[in-house]
């Protein structure tokens, strides 16, 4: 159901991979795969919160029942949808950086198919976060969408992910990521709906604007009339 050979791990070597993982992933924060291996060698007990709050939620039990991928064979009619869809905005955001679905890293650290299946949804649904919150693909971008991440799940990784990336601003990029993009990720994060139990595929076809909505989607700062108000 998941692709990629799932691998069971003892104590000792789940928290050798994750130090592995997170020492790497810090020399070079490119290793989409190690950034993968720290977020389910630490994030189990998240992940199972979140699988729990999915069975509550209709929406989420739907997401549990069909597991929908994203992948292209499964997204590729978002790029036929009409401009002001979710779904439009979605394909422009993929095709304006030469994304593709299909290049995320699967899951192997995992014990049962349902928590698999909970890790891949979170990695796979991350472009769709981009889109609704209005946030680019640079370092801050994706830090303050980490913050959110961590509001919404909980998972250590993410916060190793802001500090790794804090690590590596430049002073003005510091500046403008604490001053403003931190605290509007850290309220976005806690405003918003549980963005793990929504079935995005399902809202493609509806206004972004409205879904934005309809989620509590707070946008992100604009940074050019941010560093006019400084």
């Given at each position: 159901?998941?692709e ?44 199972q ?19 929908p ?6 997204v ?30 699967p ?14 949804r ?52 510091r ?6 993009y ?46 006019r108000?400084?």
């Open positions: 159901m998941i990629g050979a799932r691998i069971r791990l003892k104590g000792w070597q789940q928290a050798a991979v994750a130090l592995g993982s997170a020492f790497g992933a810090l020399m070079d924060p490119r290793r989409a795969d190690l950034i993968a291996a720290l977020g389910e060698t630490t994030g189990k007990p998240a992940f919160r979140v699988l729990d709050r999915m069975k509550k939620s209709p929406e989420g039990r739907a997401v549990l029942l069909e597991q991928r994203v992948i292209s064979t499964s590729g009619h978002a790029w036929d949808l009409p401009e002001g869809t979710f779904g439009a905005a979605y394909a422009k955001f993929m095709g304006s950086r030469n994304f593709s679905p299909d290049d995320r890293p899951v192997r650290f995992m014990d049962t198919e349902e928590l698999a299946y909970v890790a891949t979170a990695r796979e649904v991350h472009d769709f976060w981009h889109v609704l919150f209005g946030l680019p693909t640079n370092l801050i971008g994706e830090s303050s969408l980490k913050v959110i991440e961590f509001e919404q799940m909980l998972l250590p990784m993410c916060l190793l992910s802001v500090i790794g990336g804090s690590v590596r601003f430049n002073d003005k990029q500046a403008l990521f604490f001053q403003h931190f605290p509007w990720a850290t309220r976005a994060g806690m405003r918003c709906t549980d963005l793990m139990c929504v079935y995005y595929e399902q809202h493609f076809h509806e206004n972004l604007e409205d879904v934005r909505r309809k989620w509590g989607i707070v946008l992100a700062p604009n940074p050019k009339a941010t560093r108000n400084e």
